[in-house]
């Protein structure tokens, strides 16, 4: 991969998990006690994770469910 798009591809990640990051700070779910494991497959969350606060799934589990989410709005639209 050139050094530009290696860049490009960095620099979007930064964003994309920044942008996680504040979606969840909104959410002001710290006083809510995070699951310990997830409720899709059961495996641990991460414990950096779980100190968001209001976290039922972990990242790879979240990740799907939200792109499930993403697409049932792409369809009603
Ligand atoms: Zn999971």
Do not use: W, Y
Request: glycine letters at 6%; hydrophobic letters at 35%; a negative charge.
């Amino acid at each position: 991969m050139p050094a530009d798009n290696l860049d490009e591809a960095v620099d979007l990640q930064a964003t994309l998990n920044s942008t996680a990051l504040q979606a969840q700070l909104s959410k002001n779910t710290f006083h809510i006690i995070s699951l310990t494991h997830c409720t899709d497959c059961g495996f641990e969350i991460d414990q950096k994770r779980q100190a968001l606060g209001g976290v039922k799934r972990c990242t790879e589990c979240e990740g799907f469910h939200q792109r499930e989410v993403f697409q049932k709005k792409q369809r009603a639209m």
